[in-house]
């Protein structure tokens, strides 16, 4: 059995974030076995390797969708940290330039 946290609620339903995007994959009915592979919420789609997928018991059609919204999930990450380490660049770069003036 899983250990005391298990992402679930009582009713072993995913958490609502992940429910949507299980939803949107076309992925909802395969919810037990990505609770198996350690998906508790959107992002952690983004850290499945294709080895984690290409090995599982599902139709090769359903392999196809996981391996998109690992895909896409992946990019969004990506993409949200980009837009991080913009804005901290920015910001720095603001923090910086008033005592770079006075030399």
């Not at 005391?4 to 994959?25: I, K, N, S």
């Not at 290409?54 to 980009?82: D, F, G, I, W």
């Amino acid at each position: 059995g899983a250990g005391p946290w298990t992402g679930m609620d009582a009713a072993g339903e995913p958490p609502v974030a992940l429910a949507g995007a299980l939803q949107t994959y076309g992925l909802a009915p395969h919810w037990p076995l990505l609770h198996s592979l350690g998906v508790a919420n959107p992002g952690d789609l983004a850290l499945l390797q294709p080895s984690d997928i290409l090995p599982l018991n599902l139709p090769p059609v359903v392999k196809r969708r996981l391996l998109a919204a690992v895909e896409r999930e992946a990019s969004r990450v990506t993409r949200s940290l980009r837009d991080s380490v913009r804005l901290a660049a920015a910001a720095l770069a603001r923090w910086r330039a008033p005592s770079m003036r006075t030399e």
